[in-house]
């Protein structure tokens, strides 16, 4: 072996570039053999500063030195061609220890920074396609004699075809073809090279070693999971996966998506969860079953394939524990350490339920929905779906335990199947929901209104919601037939709310349109008066209850209660279906002591909304004008007991939720204020102050002490339709609806929880060993 070492290499470059005198040390690195340049590229530092202490140089500018040198156009009679080869290696190992670097310390993201005025990307395809450089890496990565398997599978590679692909956290992945069929059924393969100085750590060799051993096989022809053909001390050879990766592929998603007016309104992609997250639940199932876990799940390590037909295919890639979590890497966390869970980050280990949560994080990602505080799931979730928020906690919980807790699903080896069906379900209604949705700004208002249209869209969701329940087994899923039961009696009172809002509505406008002489004389009132047998234009049933001393028509004097029953119709249909649709506070265990009390509060106060509105609405609409003075005070002490229910409910969930455990807690429900559920509770003072002199004022009203009854209705009219109807059941209807459904489902694991302590139940069985990944 000749006089190799690292400080000879700097030496050579530093003359090379133009920074130093040193004539000699180029032609020295001529004399040195490939276990030499192993040595010395071995020593290079791999931390920036170490770099710059030991040469006097920055890595940044040796690197900007080296390209220059590198292109320029004449040959370099300093070096022989085959030097020249490993100092192009070294510059590839440079750049790539750089951008792992910058990734892993300053946070940037892959396709940021430049080197000489050019991506990375860019200079590492000119060194991989230089000869010279394809030999250096071929001799450089040649496995010893010793490894049989490995040496065959290595000569039949065509080290010609190289061609850079892209850069892992510690590994250049090139592209290769190999003589057919030495190396399976595929010519075309990727080979991910470990860069060289991490070859000095002990573990990360041992973890590319055992690669194959770990998660090799032969995989069939649309499998999720790559071939793996060999592996050694720096390398692993394997399929090579076309496409673009789930990170890549969300980021032009975004790009094409407007920016909501609030981030509560940000819609859920519901398509692409259909297309990617059954696709990615799909991909799982068989990992389950044929390998096991995958430790490090997140979207860099997912390839999204298109076909022909626009069909997608997800496949996955780099398993294993990633080096940052088992320490065999230092590093700040990446980007994408917020798809870890927490128990790898925190023991470096993952489990039979570390890939839930990875999932979990993977398909709120796909969502199109920014991520929340680790463990939790976004506001968005719990707006659009209560089911599908109710799986993305059972996943994302912080404690591995405490997943898979209130979905009805094994946590065995089956478990992806079973989320997927579940998760299947849920987008069907979701689906269901966004059918015929309205597209222009007259479509979104005439939607907004009370119509046979809003009957319909209910209509249409609760035969989805039956269809599921009696497909559903429930002795095999007994915790999900429960859902889907309660889901479906929600619907039914959602339907009922939808055709009562549209009859009280179009009720008051009638007598409103008699009023002004413009009623019109519908057929079915024809017959119904021939039928009895009566004459005139009043409508049977309907006016036969009316009081004597309320006449209609009367435009002036029946202007006060049309004026307060339209203005309350409207706000009281919105308030049930944008808040409290399939919603409910009560779960599949029964609630004792103050509990039950709570909850039987809040859930008899969240189904009144439904009915409500139309019974203070239409009896004065029907029967006595003057009881609108009634009806109206009640109203509003109806709407703030509502307030103060649903708040007593929620506070006391999430106050029993971080309290659980010693107060370990919910990682679902977050610490500190929940803004959310603070616009619920900044309804409730303006309730009851609005309560009190509408109260006072009707009293005086109804008695003939007060007389200005219009003025007194035109202010409740502005009240309810600027205050109950924009803002309140409109604006903050989404954040209240997010933040009861959190309390709600809190509860909900609180009551399996407390169960599970008071008789222990068994945990899910330990499936395989775990293994590191080759990042």
């Known amino acids: 072996m000749a006089d190799a070492s690292v400080d000879l290499l700097a030496a050579a470059c530093a003359h090379l570039t133009g920074r130093a005198e040193d004539r000699g040390a180029p032609a020295r690195l001529d004399a040195w053999d490939v276990e030499d340049w192993r040595a010395a590229l071995l020593d290079v530092p791999l931390d920036e500063r170490a770099y710059a202490d030991r040469f006097a140089v920055a890595r940044a500018d040796e690197m900007d030195a080296l390209w220059a040198w590198w292109t320029d156009p004449g040959p370099d009679a300093r070096v022989s061609p085959a030097t020249g080869g490993y100092l192009g290696f070294l510059l590839l190992t440079l750049i790539s220890m750089h951008r792992s670097d910058r990734m892993r310390y300053h946070g940037e993201s892959y396709a940021s920074g430049e080197i000489a005025g050019r991506t990375p990307d860019e200079l590492c395809a000119e060194l991989v396609a230089d000869p010279r450089v394809q030999q250096a890496l071929e001799r450089l990565y040649a496995p010893a004699e010793d490894d049989a398997e490995a040496c065959r599978v290595w000569a039949t590679i065509d080290f010609a075809t190289m061609a850079f692909h892209r850069h892992g956290t510690t590994s250049v992945i090139v592209t290769v073809d190999s003589a057919a069929p030495a190396v399976g059924r595929a010519s075309h393969h990727a080979l991910k090279c470990l860069i060289y100085p991490y070859l000095r750590i002990p573990a990360i060799v041992k973890a590319t070693r055992d690669y194959r051993r770990d998660f090799g096989g032969v995989r069939p022809e649309g499998s999720p999971l790559v071939t793996v053909w060999a592996s050694h001390d720096g390398w692993v050879l394997m399929d090579f996966v076309p496409g673009t990766t789930l990170t890549d592929h969300l980021a032009a998603l975004a790009k094409g998506r407007k920016e909501p007016r609030s981030e509560i309104a940000r819609p859920v992609d519901v398509r692409q969860l259909r297309v990617l997250g059954t696709a990615l639940l799909d991909a799982m199932a068989v990992l389950a079953a044929d390998v096991g876990h995958h430790n490090d799940l997140t979207p860099s390590n997912v390839i999204v394939q298109t076909g022909h037909d626009a069909a997608v295919t997800i496949r996955l890639i780099d398993l294993g524990v990633n080096f940052l979590h088992t320490r065999s890497l230092v590093g700040a966390e990446s980007r994408e350490s917020v798809y870890v869970a927490p128990e790898v980050k925190a023991t470096g280990t993952g489990g039979p339920l570390a890939d839930l949560y990875s999932v979990g994080m993977v398909l709120i990602a796909i969502g199109g929905i920014p991520h929340s505080a680790p463990g939790t799931v976004p506001d968005q979730f719990y707006v659009a779906s209560v089911g599908l928020a109710r799986l993305l906690e059972d996943l994302v919980d912080a404690d591995p335990g405490q997943r898979l807790l209130v979905s009805g699903?094994?946590?065995?080896?089956?478990?992806?199947?079973?989320?997927?069906?579940l998760f299947a379900r849920e987008i069907e209604v979701l689906e269901a929901a966004e059918a015929e949705r309205p597209a222009g700004r007259y479509q979104r208002l005439k939607n907004a209104l009370p119509g046979a249209g809003a009957v319909e869209r209910q209509r249409r969701i609760w035969k989805v919601r039956r269809r599921q329940a009696e497909a559903t087994d429930a002795a095999a899923h007994p915790v999900q037939a429960h859902h889907l039961r309660q889901a479906k009696s929600l619907k039914r009172w959602a339907i009922a709310c939808s055709w009562m809002s549209w009859v009280t509505v179009a009720l008051v406008l009638t007598w409103w349109s008699r009023d002004l002489d413009l009623f019109w004389q519908a057929k079915w009132v024809e017959y119904a008066n021939a039928f009895l047998n009566r004459s005139g234009d009043g409508i049977p049933l309907l006016d036969d209850v009316r009081a004597a001393d309320y006449p209609i028509p009367d435009a002036w004097d029946n202007l006060p209660v049309r004026i307060v029953a339209l203005t309350y119709a409207l706000p009281g249909m919105r308030l049930y279906m944008n808040v409290f649709a399939d919603m409910t506070p009560h779960s599949a265990l029964r609630r004792r002591g103050w509990k039950g009390v709570r909850t039987a509060a809040a859930s008899f106060m969240m189904r009144a909304t439904a009915v409500y509105p139309t019974v203070y609405i239409l009896l004065p609409t029907l029967v006595q004008r003057r009881w609108w003075v009634i009806f109206c005070p009640l109203g509003i002490i109806t709407v703030a007991v509502m307030i103060s229910a649903c708040l007593w409910f929620a506070r006391d969930a999430n106050a029993r939720a971080r309290a659980w455990n010693g107060g370990k807690g919910l990682s679902t429900v977050p610490r500190g204020e929940i803004?959310?559920?603070?616009?619920?509770?900044?309804?409730?003072?303006?309730?009851?102050?609005?309560?009190?002199?509408?109260?006072?004022?009707?009293?005086?009203?109804?008695?003939?002490?007060?007389?200005?009854?219009?003025?007194?209705?035109?202010?409740?009219?502005?009240?309810n339709i600027g205050i109950w109807y924009f803002k309140n059941t409109g604006t903050d209807a989404p954040y209240v609806r997010a933040g009861l459904t959190r309390a709600i489902l809190a509860a909900e694991r609180l009551d399996v929880l407390e169960a599970r302590a008071k008789r222990p139940l068994p945990g899910p069985r330990a499936e395989r060993p775990l293994r590191e990944s080759v990042a």
């Open 409 to 421: 699903i094994d946590p065995g080896p089956g478990r992806f199947t079973e989320i997927r069906d």
């Open 675 to 719: 803004p959310t559920l603070e616009r619920l509770a900044s309804w409730a003072p303006a309730a009851w102050l609005y309560a009190l002199p509408v109260v006072i004022i009707g009293v005086f009203l109804y008695s003939g002490r007060l007389q200005d009854e219009l003025m007194y209705a035109i202010a409740i009219g502005l009240i």
